[in-house]
């Protein structure tokens, strides 16, 4: 029993993955950051065939000895992948760890050398993130294109409002405010389309165009300083965290 007291409670993202009915049931699963391997050992519970790694060494001899862990190593995701090039899976998971963000954004993208050597289908968490981190990314340029006021290539613009606006629609379902910022950030491309469609229409853009645009702009700033707020509070509960440029 003494032994068994170093072996963590499973945090509140992990315990979501688990009972999230859209993850990858009986699936092999790669855990960035496994600790002593209790998600691990839960997942392995529930049918999942696990790997893990984390720098560790002293919670990778505790999963394999006390949880009975086969495939933990004291790897880097580099080191994994090096050593692994040609493993995939469905799904990976890095709880508590995804640290790497690219201004205010929900971004994992430094972390992209090892997922794309190693990675088959993402995880619902990441899906979220990328799909916020796309809509930013598509309203800052739509932006910039109608302030410049010229309308060359705001047929493309066009055309990835549009794409976001279906990934949005499409968005996992994290929790309730979340699903509900994510809705909001939605009705402002939607807005942000429209705008678009008229400037093609017109030609130009107008004094009133510019007018919705500062509108636009202004409840796309609410809606993400909302969201930051909400990682802030809540979100490392399901692996997301924020983080500054240094």
Known sequence: MGRL?????????RKFFLADPRAPKRSRIFDIGCGVGNFMAAARGQGYDVTGIDWDTKGIQTGKEILGLE???????????????????????FFEVARHYDGPRLSVRNLSRGFTQILGTSSSIQDFIDTVNNAQKTFETSARQLESGSIDGLAQVRTDVTKSIDQLRRIPSLAVRPDELAAQLRQVMQDQYELIQDVERAGTVTLAHSRRLKENSNRYEEVMATFLKWVETDGPKYGIQTGKRR
Request: charged share 25%; hydrophobic share 30%; net charge negative.
């Open 5 to 13: 007291q170093n072996i963590p409670p499973l945090e509140p993202g």
């Open 71 to 93: 495939r933990v190593f004291p790897l880097s995701i580099e080191e994994y992948a090096d050593k692994n090039s040609g493993e995939t899976f469905d799904a990976v998971s």
